[in-house]
């Protein structure tokens, strides 16, 4: 049977739990799961403080209760399934390689950070620096996907290197700051200034968007690559429409302070279903 742990006492101030991970806890009754080392605020505390552990560690683990006080759950995995019946904190796949995150509710900032590989998913919505660079860092994600089925705050793939970031809803400011190479796709609006500072890569909005002066318009067309990207989108549940896959996208080149390899594609209002 998977392991369940489930949420029995809300921390008082942020809980980081890195212990929240499958590799952390392969082939480990509740009782020695219940017995991990985690932070809470600046003293050492046991997980059992905080969750009740049913079951054995086998691949997947089940985390149920309101833990947007909890931090790092799912770090560094590689490998195995963790869901989320609830909200998550801050941090929540850092350093991920591999393997799925499902959080059924929203989640708070910077989700997938130094992400290179697997697959996190949003039912809810998600906070700022989705993807994006931890600070001081010279890139984002290199690799893996996030899917946001609800909207997402500012900074989403912040120097992102590889990937790919698709948020079901409207998007905060700076949307694509600094990328360097990947995917966004944004099925609602963009807010301000997307693409400052990308050196190549792509940022897709199905709505128009005001662009910086620094990037300019480079024709309309229907990229290929990106209905195979929007046909994946519909398979994992985003609201992905046929006029959306068929539809004719403004091409806008920049940043021209950079390489202006990069690209932002808005999708036309009126073009063909």
């Given amino acids: 049977m998977s392991l369940t742990l489930t949420l029995h006492t809300v921390p008082e101030v942020p809980l980081e739990a890195e212990a929240l991970s499958p590799y952390r806890v392969a082939g480990l009754s509740g009782i020695d799961v219940a017995k991990l080392p985690v932070m809470h605020g600046n003293r050492s505390a046991e997980l059992g403080d905080f969750f009740r552990a049913v079951g054995r560690g086998d691949g997947e683990l089940r985390i149920e209760g309101d833990l947007a006080r909890v931090k790092f759950i799912g770090a560094a995995m590689s490998e195995g399934r963790v869901v989320v019946e609830g909200t998550a904190g801050m941090h929540l796949g850092a350093g991920m390689k ?70 079901g809803g409207d998007c905060g400011d700076f949307a694509g700051v600094n990328m360097i190479a990947g995917t966004i796709i944004v099925l609602g609006t963009l807010g301000w200034r997307s693409g400052a500072g990308m050196k190549r890569g792509t940022v897709v909005s199905m709505h128009g968007a005001e662009m910086l002066p620094t990037f300019s318009r480079a024709g309309s067309y229907s990229p290929v690559f990106l209905r195979l990207y929007l046909l994946h989108l519909r398979e994992v549940g985003l609201p992905v429409a046929d006029e959306h896959i068929n539809g004719i996208y403004q091409r806008w080149s920049g940043d021209a302070v950079e390489t202006n390899h990069g690209e932002i594609l808005l999708r036309e209002l009126g073009s063909r279903p």
Wanted: hydrophobic share 40%; net charge negative; aromatic share 2%.
């Fill in 98 to 167: 591999g393997g799925e995150i499902v959080v059924e509710g929203n989640c708070g900032d910077w989700v997938g950070p130094e992400m290179s590989g697997g697959r996190i998913v949003i039912k809810g919505n998600a906070g700022h620096m989705v993807g994006s660079a931890v600070r001081g860092s010279l890139s984002g994600i290199s690799g893996g996907e996030i899917i946001v089925h609800g909207n997402a705050g500012n900074e989403a793939g912040s120097a992102m290197r590889r990937g790919l970031i698709a948020i």
